[in-house]
Protein backbone atom coordinates (compact mmCIF):
# COMPACT_ATOMS: atom_id res chain seq x y z
CA UNK A 1 0.00 0.00 0.00
CA UNK A 2 3.28 2.52 0.60
CA UNK A 3 2.93 3.91 -2.75
CA UNK A 4 -0.59 4.94 -2.28
CA UNK A 5 -0.17 6.26 1.06
CA UNK A 6 2.46 9.74 0.42
CA UNK A 7 2.21 12.30 -1.75
CA UNK A 8 4.88 13.22 -4.68
CA UNK A 9 6.46 16.04 -2.61
CA UNK A 10 6.97 13.58 0.48
CA UNK A 11 4.66 16.39 2.60
CA UNK A 12 2.08 13.94 3.46
CA UNK A 13 1.58 10.60 4.91
CA UNK A 14 -1.37 9.12 5.63
CA UNK A 15 -3.09 5.34 5.97
CA UNK A 16 -6.12 3.58 4.63
CA UNK A 17 -8.27 0.85 5.40
CA UNK A 18 -6.78 -0.83 1.57
CA UNK A 19 -6.31 0.13 -1.44
CA UNK A 20 -8.77 -1.06 -4.30
CA UNK A 21 -7.78 -1.25 -7.97
CA UNK A 22 -11.18 -1.72 -10.05
CA UNK A 23 -10.45 -2.29 -13.56
CA UNK A 24 -13.99 -1.35 -14.91
CA UNK A 25 -16.21 0.80 -14.62
CA UNK A 26 -18.92 -1.44 -12.90
CA UNK A 27 -15.96 -2.64 -10.32
CA UNK A 28 -15.95 1.07 -9.59
CA UNK A 29 -19.45 1.54 -8.97
CA UNK A 30 -19.72 -1.71 -6.91
CA UNK A 31 -16.97 -0.06 -4.70
CA UNK A 32 -18.22 2.85 -4.07
CA UNK A 33 -21.76 1.49 -3.35
CA UNK A 34 -20.18 -0.60 -1.30
CA UNK A 35 -18.19 1.87 0.92
CA UNK A 36 -21.50 4.57 0.82
CA UNK A 37 -23.28 1.64 2.83
CA UNK A 38 -21.00 0.86 5.26
CA UNK A 39 -20.45 4.72 4.90
CA UNK A 40 -16.39 4.69 5.14
CA UNK A 41 -14.33 7.66 3.09
CA UNK A 42 -13.23 7.26 -0.28
CA UNK A 43 -9.90 9.06 -1.56
CA UNK A 44 -10.01 8.25 -5.62
CA UNK A 45 -6.30 8.49 -6.62
CA UNK A 46 -4.70 8.79 -10.13
CA UNK A 47 -0.98 9.14 -10.73
CA UNK A 48 -0.75 10.16 -7.08
CA UNK A 49 1.51 13.78 -8.35
CA UNK A 50 -0.69 16.30 -6.91
CA UNK A 51 1.49 18.91 -5.59
CA UNK A 52 -0.89 19.68 -2.57
CA UNK A 53 -1.76 16.49 -1.07
CA UNK A 54 -5.07 16.00 -2.92
CA UNK A 55 -4.84 12.15 -3.39
CA UNK A 56 -3.24 11.18 0.06
CA UNK A 57 -5.56 9.62 2.88
CA UNK A 58 -5.80 10.89 5.91
CA UNK A 59 -3.91 9.55 9.09
CA UNK A 60 -6.60 7.99 10.40
CA UNK A 61 -6.68 5.18 8.35
CA UNK A 62 -10.38 5.00 8.53
CA UNK A 63 -10.65 5.34 4.24
CA UNK A 64 -10.45 3.23 0.97
CA UNK A 65 -8.01 4.26 -1.40
CA UNK A 66 -10.09 3.92 -4.87
CA UNK A 67 -6.98 3.46 -7.10
CA UNK A 68 -7.71 4.11 -11.23
CA UNK A 69 -4.74 2.67 -12.47
CA UNK A 70 -6.05 -0.46 -13.82
CA UNK A 71 -9.25 1.06 -15.46
CA UNK A 72 -6.70 2.36 -18.27
CA UNK A 73 -8.20 1.58 -22.14
CA UNK A 74 -8.40 3.84 -24.45
CA UNK A 75 -12.34 3.07 -25.64
CA UNK A 76 -12.34 4.62 -29.03
CA UNK A 77 -11.01 7.28 -31.36
CA UNK A 78 -13.29 9.22 -33.55
CA UNK A 79 -10.82 10.95 -36.21
CA UNK A 80 -13.38 13.14 -38.32
CA UNK A 81 -15.24 14.04 -34.92
CA UNK A 82 -11.57 15.24 -33.43
CA UNK A 83 -12.13 12.87 -30.23
CA UNK A 84 -10.51 10.47 -28.05
CA UNK A 85 -12.39 8.42 -25.57
CA UNK A 86 -10.60 7.14 -22.91
CA UNK A 87 -10.89 5.39 -19.17
CA UNK A 88 -9.80 7.40 -16.11
CA UNK A 89 -6.61 5.83 -15.21
CA UNK A 90 -4.73 6.15 -18.60
CA UNK A 91 -1.36 7.84 -18.33
CA UNK A 92 -1.33 11.30 -19.85
CA UNK A 93 1.67 10.22 -21.99
CA UNK A 94 -0.32 7.18 -23.33
CA UNK A 95 -2.97 9.25 -24.37
CA UNK A 96 -0.85 11.97 -26.21
CA UNK A 97 0.81 8.70 -27.97
CA UNK A 98 -2.53 6.96 -28.84
CA UNK A 99 -3.54 10.31 -30.49
CA UNK A 100 -0.57 10.90 -32.22
CA UNK A 101 -1.16 7.19 -33.95
CA UNK A 102 -3.96 8.74 -34.88
CA UNK A 103 -2.58 11.57 -36.93
CA UNK A 104 -4.20 13.36 -34.37
CA UNK A 105 -2.76 16.36 -30.88
CA UNK A 106 -4.15 15.87 -27.45
CA UNK A 107 -2.59 19.43 -26.31
CA UNK A 108 -2.78 18.77 -22.54
CA UNK A 109 1.11 18.60 -21.93
CA UNK A 110 2.60 18.66 -18.55
CA UNK A 111 6.24 17.84 -16.81
CA UNK A 112 4.15 15.02 -14.84
CA UNK A 113 2.62 13.47 -18.04
CA UNK A 114 4.89 10.18 -17.96
CA UNK A 115 2.51 9.40 -14.58
CA UNK A 116 -0.56 11.69 -14.43
CA UNK A 117 -3.91 9.95 -15.50
CA UNK A 118 -6.21 11.85 -17.47
CA UNK A 119 -8.99 11.37 -14.29
CA UNK A 120 -6.80 12.79 -12.11
CA UNK A 121 -6.09 15.76 -14.99
CA UNK A 122 -9.47 16.46 -15.00
CA UNK A 123 -10.42 16.48 -11.41
CA UNK A 124 -7.68 19.29 -10.92
CA UNK A 125 -8.61 20.94 -14.46
CA UNK A 126 -5.22 20.53 -15.40
CA UNK A 127 -3.19 23.24 -16.94
CA UNK A 128 0.50 22.64 -18.07
CA UNK A 129 2.32 24.05 -21.14
CA UNK A 130 -0.29 24.45 -23.84
CA UNK A 131 -3.25 26.47 -22.35
CA UNK A 132 -2.50 29.26 -24.06
CA UNK A 133 -3.27 27.59 -27.44
CA UNK A 134 -5.48 25.12 -26.96
CA UNK A 135 -7.06 25.93 -23.23
CA UNK A 136 -6.81 23.98 -19.55
CA UNK A 137 -8.25 20.35 -19.37
CA UNK A 138 -12.44 21.98 -18.59
CA UNK A 139 -11.90 23.15 -22.11
CA UNK A 140 -10.75 20.32 -23.29
CA UNK A 141 -13.52 18.20 -22.48
CA UNK A 142 -16.78 16.80 -23.80
CA UNK A 143 -17.89 14.32 -21.75
CA UNK A 144 -17.45 12.55 -18.52
CA UNK A 145 -18.94 8.80 -17.26
CA UNK A 146 -18.72 9.07 -13.60
CA UNK A 147 -19.51 7.25 -10.45
CA UNK A 148 -21.83 9.22 -8.08
CA UNK A 149 -20.92 9.12 -3.98
CA UNK A 150 -24.30 6.34 -3.85
CA UNK A 151 -22.65 4.21 -6.95
CA UNK A 152 -24.52 4.90 -9.50
CA UNK A 153 -23.21 5.76 -12.98
CA UNK A 154 -23.53 8.88 -15.18
CA UNK A 155 -23.09 8.20 -18.85
CA UNK A 156 -22.37 11.69 -20.27
CA UNK A 157 -19.96 10.33 -22.70
CA UNK A 158 -21.29 12.37 -25.41
CA UNK A 159 -18.72 13.97 -28.19
CA UNK A 160 -20.87 17.21 -28.88
CA UNK A 161 -19.46 20.47 -29.38
CA UNK A 162 -22.76 22.05 -29.00
CA UNK A 163 -25.09 21.06 -26.19
CA UNK A 164 -27.39 23.29 -24.32
CA UNK A 165 -29.95 21.03 -22.56
CA UNK A 166 -29.32 22.84 -19.49
CA UNK A 167 -26.75 22.99 -16.43
CA UNK A 168 -23.56 21.11 -18.33
CA UNK A 169 -22.87 18.91 -14.96
CA UNK A 170 -19.55 17.76 -16.46
CA UNK A 171 -17.79 20.86 -14.98
CA UNK A 172 -18.81 19.84 -11.75
CA UNK A 173 -16.75 17.60 -11.70
CA UNK A 174 -13.70 18.83 -13.44
CA UNK A 175 -11.91 20.31 -10.65
CA UNK A 176 -13.62 18.78 -7.94
CA UNK A 177 -10.71 17.29 -6.59
CA UNK A 178 -12.52 13.73 -6.46
CA UNK A 179 -14.96 15.27 -3.85
CA UNK A 180 -18.10 14.45 -5.87
CA UNK A 181 -17.79 11.84 -7.14
CA UNK A 182 -15.31 9.74 -9.28
CA UNK A 183 -14.53 10.02 -13.11
CA UNK A 184 -14.41 6.79 -15.23
CA UNK A 185 -13.74 8.26 -18.53
CA UNK A 186 -14.08 11.20 -20.73
CA UNK A 187 -14.53 11.95 -23.96
CA UNK A 188 -11.87 14.57 -25.58
CA UNK A 189 -10.97 17.03 -27.71
CA UNK A 190 -8.23 16.15 -30.59
CA UNK A 191 -6.63 19.02 -33.08
CA UNK A 192 -4.62 18.12 -35.78
CA UNK A 193 -1.18 17.45 -35.47
CA UNK A 194 1.00 20.85 -36.08
CA UNK A 195 3.57 19.37 -39.15
CA UNK A 196 5.79 22.44 -37.97
CA UNK A 197 6.69 23.76 -34.66
CA UNK A 198 9.70 26.44 -34.08
CA UNK A 199 11.21 26.65 -30.09
CA UNK A 200 13.61 29.31 -28.70
CA UNK A 201 15.28 30.14 -25.85
CA UNK A 202 15.62 34.01 -24.76
CA UNK A 203 17.96 36.03 -21.96
CA UNK A 204 16.04 38.58 -21.18
CA UNK A 205 16.46 41.28 -18.03
CA UNK A 206 12.50 41.28 -16.27
CA UNK A 207 9.07 39.83 -16.31
CA UNK A 208 7.78 43.31 -17.45
CA UNK A 209 9.94 42.51 -20.63
CA UNK A 210 8.54 38.74 -20.90
CA UNK A 211 5.08 40.28 -20.58
CA UNK A 212 5.98 42.61 -23.36
CA UNK A 213 7.58 40.07 -25.43
CA UNK A 214 4.46 37.88 -25.21
CA UNK A 215 2.36 40.75 -26.45
CA UNK A 216 4.68 40.94 -29.60
CA UNK A 217 4.78 37.46 -30.25
CA UNK A 218 0.73 37.41 -30.36
CA UNK A 219 0.71 39.94 -32.49
CA UNK A 220 3.04 38.13 -34.94
CA UNK A 221 2.10 34.79 -34.53
CA UNK A 222 -1.44 34.92 -33.37
CA UNK A 223 -2.68 31.42 -31.90
CA UNK A 224 0.25 29.66 -33.51
CA UNK A 225 1.95 30.89 -30.05
CA UNK A 226 1.92 27.36 -28.20
CA UNK A 227 3.91 28.21 -25.32
CA UNK A 228 5.46 31.00 -23.64
CA UNK A 229 7.39 29.68 -20.31
CA UNK A 230 9.41 32.29 -17.46
CA UNK A 231 12.38 30.77 -15.54
CA UNK A 232 14.38 32.86 -13.17
CA UNK A 233 18.01 32.36 -13.27
CA UNK A 234 17.43 31.10 -9.91
CA UNK A 235 15.43 28.54 -10.78
CA UNK A 236 17.67 27.11 -14.01
CA UNK A 237 20.60 26.92 -11.61
CA UNK A 238 18.66 24.33 -9.85
CA UNK A 239 18.22 22.06 -12.75
CA UNK A 240 22.30 22.65 -13.81
CA UNK A 241 23.04 22.01 -10.16
CA UNK A 242 20.88 18.79 -9.41
CA UNK A 243 20.47 17.25 -13.41
CA UNK A 244 22.77 18.70 -15.87
CA UNK A 245 23.12 16.09 -18.12
CA UNK A 246 23.84 17.65 -21.64
CA UNK A 247 22.13 20.71 -21.00
CA UNK A 248 22.97 23.95 -23.54
CA UNK A 249 25.12 26.49 -23.23
CA UNK A 250 22.62 29.31 -22.92
CA UNK A 251 24.02 33.05 -21.97
CA UNK A 252 23.99 34.06 -18.27
CA UNK A 253 20.44 36.30 -17.43
CA UNK A 254 18.75 37.16 -14.81
CA UNK A 255 15.67 35.66 -16.70
CA UNK A 256 14.78 33.32 -19.61
CA UNK A 257 11.96 33.07 -21.71
CA UNK A 258 11.53 29.18 -23.58
CA UNK A 259 9.03 29.81 -26.53
CA UNK A 260 7.18 27.87 -28.81
CA UNK A 261 5.54 28.05 -32.34
CA UNK A 262 3.64 25.34 -33.96
CA UNK A 263 1.50 25.12 -37.19
CA UNK A 264 1.32 25.08 -40.81
CA UNK A 265 2.56 23.26 -42.95
CA UNK A 266 6.08 24.29 -44.30
CA UNK A 267 8.95 24.04 -41.02
CA UNK A 268 11.15 25.90 -42.91
CA UNK A 269 8.80 29.21 -43.24
CA UNK A 270 8.17 28.80 -39.27
CA UNK A 271 11.47 28.55 -38.27
CA UNK A 272 12.60 31.91 -40.36
CA UNK A 273 9.24 33.55 -39.35
CA UNK A 274 10.75 33.10 -35.83
CA UNK A 275 13.96 33.81 -36.56
CA UNK A 276 12.79 37.67 -38.12
CA UNK A 277 11.17 38.17 -35.01
CA UNK A 278 13.87 37.25 -32.98
CA UNK A 279 16.63 39.55 -35.00
CA UNK A 280 14.30 42.44 -34.77
CA UNK A 281 13.84 42.17 -30.79
CA UNK A 282 17.93 41.45 -30.39
CA UNK A 283 18.49 44.56 -32.78
CA UNK A 284 15.36 46.59 -30.87
CA UNK A 285 17.38 45.27 -27.49
CA UNK A 286 14.35 43.53 -25.98
CA UNK A 287 16.24 40.61 -26.17
CA UNK A 288 19.46 39.81 -25.05
CA UNK A 289 20.40 36.73 -26.35
CA UNK A 290 18.48 34.17 -28.47
CA UNK A 291 18.85 30.27 -28.97
CA UNK A 292 16.74 29.07 -31.51
CA UNK A 293 16.37 25.51 -31.48
CA UNK A 294 17.96 23.51 -34.70
CA UNK A 295 16.30 20.09 -34.44
CA UNK A 296 13.47 18.02 -32.21
CA UNK A 297 16.38 17.06 -30.25
CA UNK A 298 17.99 20.77 -28.88
CA UNK A 299 14.41 21.49 -28.55
CA UNK A 300 13.61 18.74 -26.22
CA UNK A 301 16.63 19.62 -24.56
CA UNK A 302 15.84 22.90 -24.34
CA UNK A 303 12.18 22.08 -22.93
CA UNK A 304 14.26 19.58 -20.69
CA UNK A 305 15.11 22.94 -18.57
CA UNK A 306 12.00 24.17 -18.34
CA UNK A 307 10.39 20.70 -17.58
CA UNK A 308 12.80 19.52 -14.28
CA UNK A 309 12.55 22.77 -12.24
CA UNK A 310 10.15 21.05 -10.27
CA UNK A 311 12.64 17.89 -9.50
CA UNK A 312 15.34 19.81 -9.21
CA UNK A 313 13.65 22.60 -6.42
CA UNK A 314 12.51 18.96 -4.68
CA UNK A 315 16.37 17.55 -4.86
CA UNK A 316 17.47 21.21 -3.29
CA UNK A 317 15.31 20.54 -0.47
CA UNK A 318 12.07 21.85 1.63
CA UNK A 319 10.28 24.18 -0.71
CA UNK A 320 6.73 26.67 0.23
CA UNK A 321 5.07 26.53 -3.12
CA UNK A 322 3.05 29.52 -4.86
CA UNK A 323 1.25 28.22 -8.14
CA UNK A 324 -0.89 32.00 -8.45
CA UNK A 325 -2.13 33.58 -11.41
CA UNK A 326 -3.13 37.37 -11.95
CA UNK A 327 -4.10 39.10 -15.04
CA UNK A 328 -1.09 38.77 -17.12
CA UNK A 329 -0.94 43.03 -17.33
CA UNK A 330 0.09 42.41 -13.42
CA UNK A 331 2.40 39.94 -12.99
CA UNK A 332 5.21 42.30 -13.46
CA UNK A 333 4.16 44.33 -10.65
CA UNK A 334 3.48 40.97 -8.80
CA UNK A 335 6.66 39.37 -9.33
CA UNK A 336 8.44 43.13 -7.99
CA UNK A 337 6.14 43.80 -4.90
CA UNK A 338 6.35 40.34 -3.29
CA UNK A 339 9.84 39.76 -4.03
CA UNK A 340 10.19 43.54 -2.45
CA UNK A 341 7.91 41.94 0.79
CA UNK A 342 10.02 39.01 1.21
CA UNK A 343 13.28 40.24 0.99
CA UNK A 344 12.43 42.37 3.95
CA UNK A 345 10.81 39.63 6.00
CA UNK A 346 12.90 36.83 5.42
CA UNK A 347 16.34 38.55 3.92
CA UNK A 348 17.82 34.73 3.27
CA UNK A 349 15.10 32.93 2.09
CA UNK A 350 15.74 31.94 -1.83
CA UNK A 351 12.86 32.95 -4.28
CA UNK A 352 12.41 30.34 -7.35
CA UNK A 353 9.98 31.67 -9.89
CA UNK A 354 8.83 30.47 -13.30
CA UNK A 355 5.80 29.57 -14.88
CA UNK A 356 3.29 30.11 -17.54
CA UNK A 357 3.23 33.87 -17.95
CA UNK A 358 1.07 33.09 -21.24
CA UNK A 359 -1.65 32.62 -18.97
CA UNK A 360 -0.77 34.68 -15.95
CA UNK A 361 0.42 31.77 -14.12
CA UNK A 362 3.40 32.02 -12.08
CA UNK A 363 4.98 29.06 -9.88
CA UNK A 364 6.42 31.57 -6.89
CA UNK A 365 7.80 29.13 -4.99
CA UNK A 366 10.68 29.46 -1.84
CA UNK A 367 13.37 27.78 -0.88
CA UNK A 368 15.13 27.67 2.54
CA UNK A 369 18.55 29.64 2.33
CA UNK A 370 21.14 26.78 1.64
CA UNK A 371 22.70 26.79 5.19
CA UNK A 372 18.96 27.37 6.69
CA UNK A 373 16.91 25.21 9.15
CA UNK A 374 14.09 23.13 7.76
CA UNK A 375 12.10 23.68 11.65
CA UNK A 376 12.88 27.55 11.01
CA UNK A 377 11.64 27.50 7.51
CA UNK A 378 8.33 25.21 7.72
CA UNK A 379 7.34 27.14 10.45
CA UNK A 380 7.58 30.67 8.52
CA UNK A 381 5.29 29.09 5.83
CA UNK A 382 2.08 30.86 7.20
CA UNK A 383 3.94 34.02 7.20
CA UNK A 384 5.78 33.48 3.26
CA UNK A 385 1.93 32.41 2.43
CA UNK A 386 0.39 35.83 4.22
CA UNK A 387 2.61 38.00 2.05
CA UNK A 388 2.10 36.41 -1.38
CA UNK A 389 -1.92 35.37 -1.20
CA UNK A 390 -2.58 38.41 0.36
CA UNK A 391 -0.59 40.47 -2.67
CA UNK A 392 -2.23 38.05 -5.22
CA UNK A 393 -6.15 38.66 -3.75
CA UNK A 394 -4.81 42.46 -3.90
CA UNK A 395 -3.72 42.16 -7.56
CA UNK A 396 -7.54 39.95 -8.78
CA UNK A 397 -5.80 36.67 -9.17
CA UNK A 398 -6.22 32.99 -8.02
CA UNK A 399 -4.19 31.39 -4.74
CA UNK A 400 -4.39 28.45 -6.99
CA UNK A 401 -3.68 28.46 -10.73
CA UNK A 402 -3.33 25.00 -11.78
CA UNK A 403 -2.87 22.34 -8.56
CA UNK A 404 -5.96 23.16 -6.91
CA UNK A 405 -6.54 23.08 -3.56
CA UNK A 406 -5.99 19.34 -1.90
CA UNK A 407 -5.23 19.59 1.64
CA UNK A 408 -2.33 22.03 1.15
CA UNK A 409 -4.74 25.10 0.83
CA UNK A 410 -8.04 24.51 2.32
CA UNK A 411 -7.51 27.15 5.05
CA UNK A 412 -6.39 29.61 2.34
CA UNK A 413 -9.51 28.90 0.33
CA UNK A 414 -11.50 30.08 3.42
CA UNK A 415 -9.50 33.26 3.87
CA UNK A 416 -9.76 34.60 0.19
CA UNK A 417 -13.22 33.57 -1.16
CA UNK A 418 -16.31 35.16 -0.08
CA UNK A 419 -18.58 33.43 2.24
CA UNK A 420 -21.62 33.34 -0.41
CA UNK A 421 -18.99 31.68 -2.85
CA UNK A 422 -18.25 28.87 0.03
CA UNK A 423 -21.79 28.39 0.55
CA UNK A 424 -22.35 27.68 -3.02
CA UNK A 425 -19.73 25.52 -3.31
CA UNK A 426 -20.79 23.49 0.14
CA UNK A 427 -24.55 23.48 -0.95
CA UNK A 428 -23.13 21.65 -4.16
CA UNK A 429 -21.16 19.35 -2.21
CA UNK A 430 -24.08 18.44 0.09
CA UNK A 431 -26.04 17.55 -3.01
CA UNK A 432 -23.71 15.18 -4.53
CA UNK A 433 -21.98 13.69 -1.33
CA UNK A 434 -24.81 13.78 1.45
CA UNK A 435 -23.02 11.48 3.64
CA UNK A 436 -19.74 13.35 2.87
CA UNK A 437 -17.73 10.26 1.89
CA UNK A 438 -16.16 11.08 -1.13
CA UNK A 439 -12.07 12.30 -0.18
CA UNK A 440 -12.78 14.05 2.64
CA UNK A 441 -10.19 17.02 4.26
CA UNK A 442 -10.07 18.44 0.75
CA UNK A 443 -10.95 21.23 -1.08
CA UNK A 444 -13.76 22.09 0.88
C1 LIG B 1 6.85 17.51 -11.79
C2 LIG B 1 5.42 17.94 -11.78
C3 LIG B 1 4.99 18.91 -12.68
C4 LIG B 1 3.66 19.32 -12.68
N1 LIG B 1 3.26 20.25 -13.59
C5 LIG B 1 1.98 20.62 -13.63
C6 LIG B 1 1.53 21.56 -14.61
O1 LIG B 1 2.29 22.09 -15.40
N2 LIG B 1 0.22 21.87 -14.62
C7 LIG B 1 -0.69 21.31 -13.76
O2 LIG B 1 -1.88 21.62 -13.82
N3 LIG B 1 -0.28 20.43 -12.81
C8 LIG B 1 1.00 20.07 -12.73
N4 LIG B 1 1.42 19.17 -11.79
C9 LIG B 1 0.45 18.66 -10.78
C10 LIG B 1 -0.20 17.30 -11.13
O3 LIG B 1 0.57 16.58 -12.04
C11 LIG B 1 -1.59 17.54 -11.71
O4 LIG B 1 -2.42 18.06 -10.70
C12 LIG B 1 -2.25 16.29 -12.31
O5 LIG B 1 -3.39 16.69 -13.04
C13 LIG B 1 -2.66 15.27 -11.26
O6 LIG B 1 -2.96 14.05 -11.91
P1 LIG B 1 -2.84 12.66 -11.13
O7 LIG B 1 -3.36 11.58 -12.01
O8 LIG B 1 -1.48 12.47 -10.61
O9 LIG B 1 -3.88 12.90 -9.95
P2 LIG B 1 -3.73 12.55 -8.39
O10 LIG B 1 -2.58 13.30 -7.81
O11 LIG B 1 -3.76 11.09 -8.18
O12 LIG B 1 -5.10 13.17 -7.86
C14 LIG B 1 -5.34 14.54 -7.91
C15 LIG B 1 -6.77 14.83 -7.41
O13 LIG B 1 -7.72 14.26 -8.29
C16 LIG B 1 -8.51 13.27 -7.63
N5 LIG B 1 -8.69 12.19 -8.61
C17 LIG B 1 -7.74 11.48 -9.26
N6 LIG B 1 -8.32 10.66 -10.15
C18 LIG B 1 -9.66 10.85 -10.05
C19 LIG B 1 -10.80 10.30 -10.70
N7 LIG B 1 -10.68 9.39 -11.66
N8 LIG B 1 -12.02 10.76 -10.35
C20 LIG B 1 -12.18 11.69 -9.38
N9 LIG B 1 -11.14 12.23 -8.72
C21 LIG B 1 -9.89 11.82 -9.06
C22 LIG B 1 -7.74 12.88 -6.40
O14 LIG B 1 -8.61 12.43 -5.36
C23 LIG B 1 -7.08 14.21 -6.06
O15 LIG B 1 -8.00 15.03 -5.39
C24 LIG B 1 2.75 18.76 -11.75
C25 LIG B 1 3.18 17.77 -10.85
C26 LIG B 1 4.50 17.37 -10.85
C27 LIG B 1 4.93 16.31 -9.89
Known amino acids: MAPHLGDWRGRYRGAAIAVVR ?9 VV ?4 EAGVPMVPQGGNTSLCGA ?4 PDALSVVISLSRLKRVRAIDAANNTITAEAGCVLQTLQEAAAQAGRLF ?10 QIGGNLSTNAG ?4 LRYGNARE ?3 GLEVVLASGEVWDGLRGLRKDNTGYDLKHLFIGAEGTLGIITAAVLKLFPLPRATATAWLAIASPAVAVRLLGDLQASFGSLLTACELISDLALGLV ?5 GSSPTLSPSSWHLLIEVSGGDDAQAGQQALEAFLAEALENGTVNDAVLAQSNEQARRLWALRENIGEAQKIEGLSIKHDVSVPISRIAEFVERADRQLAQAFPDIRIVTFGH ?3 GNLHYNQSKAEAGDNAAFIAAQSAVNRIVHDLVHQLGGSISAEHGIGQLKREELLRYKSPVEIEMMRAIKRTFDPQGLMNPGKLL
Open 22 to 30: PASTAEVAA
Open 33 to 36: RACA
Open 55 to 58: ATPG
Open 107 to 116: PLSLAAEGSC
Open 128 to 131: GVQV
Open 140 to 142: LTL
Open 240 to 244: RKHLP
Open 357 to 359: IGD
